[in-house]
C-alpha cells in the first residue's frame, strides 16, 4: 500500500491546488483545469487494468509497442468532444483553452485520452454509442509509467462553486478504491467458449472487392480499403483484461489499448502508429502489405522475402509512403524517408514498414498532424476522398473506432496516437471483430478474403482467453 500512502501525504497539497484553481475559476466565472502529479512505486498498469475492469467502469488502458511508455485511466473527470469535419480542431481548440488558466503541479503535466470516429459522415450505429466523433477523456485518475518509473496524476475541472475539500475526498476514495481491488486477489472464471459467428458470406464480400475492382479500373482512385464486421457471440461474457494479456503475449511488439464506455469497450492490438511526438520531433510510420508468418524460420524469412519483391504488396506501400510524405510537408520540416521499407513482423502476419521522422513546424499541433494523416491509404485508399465516398456506399457498416486514431496528448503538446487496428468492440458476451484489405489493380478477391481471416485469427484467439 506504498502508493496509497504516498497520496494521502500529500492530501495538504492536492487540496491547495485544488482551491487555487476554485478561485481562479470564481475570476473568469468558468471550470478550471487543475492536476497534481507525484511518483509512486511501481504498478503493473496491464494488471490494475485486469483487476478493477467492471462493465460499468469509466477506464482505459494504452500501452506502446514493445513494452513502453503505458497509461492507466479511471473515471471521467471532464470530457473534450467535437462533432463533424472539424472535430479535431474544436479538441485541439478547447484543450488549449483549459490550459490558458490550467494550475498544474509535479513532474507529470495533464493528459487527454481518447480517440476519434473514422468516418463523422456515416450514421452512427448503437453499437457505438459512447464513442463519439471526437471524444478526448480526462481522467480523475491518470497512471503513467515509462520504464521503471511511474506516475500518479490527479486531474479534475473545478467551478467556482466547488468546495476543493470535497473534491480532493472524492480524489482520494477513488484511489482507495482502486487500490482494494488491485491488491485482493484475482478472480478466476473460466474462458468464454465460441458459440457463433454472423458475417457477411464469404461471396458477397468477395463480390464486393470485384466491384472495387472495376471502379479502380474506371477511375482515377488507386486505392480502397475495404473491411469485414465479424460478430461473435461467447458462452458468456469476455473479460477485456484477460483479452489484452493474451494479445499482449501474442504480439508484444504491437500497441495495446482498451477503451470502456458505457458497458462496451473497444481493445486491440495494433501495428501501426499514427504518429508520435516529443520535443517537437515527430515520427510516423507507413504500414502497408502483408503476408502470413510461418513457424518454420526459413519458411517465415522466404514469406518475408516474397512481401518485399512482391510487385502489388510494393506498390500499395510506395503509394502509402507517398501521401503521407506530402500531407506532413505543410506541418514538419527535415523529412527523412528511407527508400526501402523493412519488415515488421508480428504474431500471424508480416507487413512492409517504413518509419518517416521529421521536426515539427513552429505552430503546428499534434492533433493537426493527425486530421492531416487520417485517414491514411492504408485504412481509407487513395484517393482519399473517392475512397472514402466508395467505403460509404459499398462496405455496408460504422467502423465506428475501429481504424480510427486513438490514443494521448499532454499539455506539454507531446503525445502518440495509432490507428486502432487488431481490435474488436465487446460487449458482454458479444464481440464485433474487424478486418480489412487495401484493393489496387492486381488484388485477388480470394486472396484478400484470406488475408482478412489472417488478421482476424489472432483477436479470435484473444477473446477466449
Known sequence: MRAF????????????????????????????????????????????????????????????????KSLFGWGVAAELSGAGGQRFAMVEQQWQQWLHSAVIHGPQP?????????????????AWQGFGDASMLLMTLLLIRDGDQCWLVCQQRIGPSDNADSRCEHVLNEWNGLMDRYLSP????????????QCLPRACWESKIAHALDVLRDSPMKKVVLAREVISEYSHAISPGRTLVRLASNDPSAYLFAFRRQQSCFLGASPERLVKLHDGRLQTQALAGTIRRDPDPQQDAQLAQALMDCEKNRHEHALVVQIIQSGLAPWASQLQVPSTPAIQRLSRVQHLSTLIEG?????AGLLQ????????????????RQAMEHIRRFEGFDRGWYAAPLGWLDARGNGEFIVGLRSALVNGKHARLFAGCGIVHCSEPA?????????????QLALQA
Request: charged share 20%; proline share 7%; aromatic share 6%.
Open 369 to 384: 498532424v493527425v486530421a492531416t494523416l487520417h485517414p491514411t491509404p492504408a485504412v481509407g485508399g487513395h484517393e482519399r
Open 447 to 459: 486472396s484478400e478474403y484470406e488475408e482478412t481471416c489472417i488478421k482476424l485469427a489472432g483477436m
Open 186 to 197: 484475482p478472480v478466476t472464471l473460466a474462458p468464454p467458449q465460441h458459440t457463433r459467428d
Open 359 to 363: 521536426r515539427l513546424r513552429p505552430q
Open 110 to 126: 495533464p493528459a487527454l485520452c481518447g480517440g476519434f470516429r473514422f468516418d463523422h459522415q456515416v450514421e452512427a450505429s448503437s
Open 5 to 68: 500512502t504516498r497520496l494521502e501525504e500529500h492530501t495538504a497539497g492536492l487540496t491547495q491546488v485544488f482551491e487555487q484553481a476554485r478561485q481562479r475559476a470564481a475570476v473568469q466565472g468558468a471550470p478550471v483545469l487543475a492536476s497534481y502529479a507525484l511518483a509512486i512505486v511501481e504498478l503493473d498498469l496491464l494488471e490494475l487494468f485486469c483487476r478493477v475492469d467492471q462493465p460499468d467502469a469509466e477506464s482505459l488502458f494504452w500501452r506502446a509497442a514493445d513494452g513502453g
